[in-house]
T-cell receptor
Framework: NAGVMQNPRHLVRRRGQEARLRCSPMKGHSHVYWYRQLPEEGLKFMVY????????ESGMPKERFSAEFPKEGPSILRIQQVVRGDSAAYFC?????????????FGEGSWLTVV | AQKITQTQPGMFVQEKEAVTLDCTYDTSDPSYGLFWYKQPSSGEMIFLIY??????QNATEGRYSLNFQKARKSANLVISASQLGDSAMYFC???????????????FGKGTKLSVIP
């Protein structure tokens, strides 16, 4: 399966712990995006990365959230000191280009539950 | 700013019948792309179909077709010969512009829950 790979699929964290979500883009794709889906909502953009660069993080909360896409290895979305409101599905997506004509493919999502 | 509106929170369709899921959009960009995704109860987001704003013909992918009416700013998804496995949430989304945030960010609607009745 050469699709977008995310892990873990499900993650439970206690309030105050850290959550790390990993994403490997589709083969040949160098553009990675993270989206968050709250219950009964559509997906909301968080951050757009290319290798070693954050292009746009305007959708990401200013505190506790960070993202990276290193030269080697998967993209990581890191949430420090999680709170109950962080409980959501986090989707990673990738594309071969960053313009409106490029199809974006999503991973299966990572469901974070904060208890 | 880009906006996607899906006015049908839920839809029912009889198995083997066709169904249309509505989507209207608002953008000032002359170049944009429209997408439909399916989210079954298992949670993954599955790409279904794409329509570019300059495409002359409506997009089709198997049983899925996109009824693109540019002047009305609508991009309705048509599913023919519905199957039980089509029961899912369906999201319409768009990217717009040749540069800037709109060109790479997807803006999603709130979704339509489709239930296929045997």
């Amino acid at each position: 399966n050469a699709g977008v790979m995310q892990n873990p699929r499900h993650l439970v964290r206690r309030r105050g712990q850290e959550a790390r979500l990993r994403c490997s883009p589709m083969k040949g794709h160098s553009h990675v995006y993270w989206y968050r889906q709250l219950p009964e909502e559509g997906l909301k953009f968080m951050v757009y990365l290319q290798k070693e660069n954050i292009i746009d993080e305007s959708g990401m909360p200013k505190e506790r959230f960070s993202a990276e896409f290193p030269k080697e290895g998967p993209s990581i979305l890191r949430i420090q000191q999680v709170v109950r409101g962080d409980s959501a599905a986090y989707f990673c997506a990738s594309s071969s280009g960053g313009t409106s004509g490029n199809t974006i493919y999503f991973g299966e999502g990572s469901w974070l539950t904060v208890v | 700013a880009q906006k996607i509106t899906q006015t049908q929170p839920g839809m029912f369709v009889q198995e083997k019948e066709a169904v249309t899921l509505d989507c209207t959009y608002d953008t000032s960009d002359p170049s944009y792309g429209l997408f439909w995704y399916k989210q079954p109860s298992s949670g993954e987001m599955i790409f279904l179909i794409y329509q570019g704003s300059y495409d002359q013909q409506n997009a089709t992918e198997g049983r899925y077709s996109l009824n693109f009416q540019k002047a009305r700013k609508s991009a309705n998804l048509v599913i023919s010969a519905s199957q039980l496995g089509d029961s899912a949430m369906y999201f319409c989304a768009m990217r717009g512009g040749l540069s800037g945030a709109g060109s790479y960010q997807l803006t999603f609607g709130k979704g339509t829950k489709l239930s296929v009745i045997p």
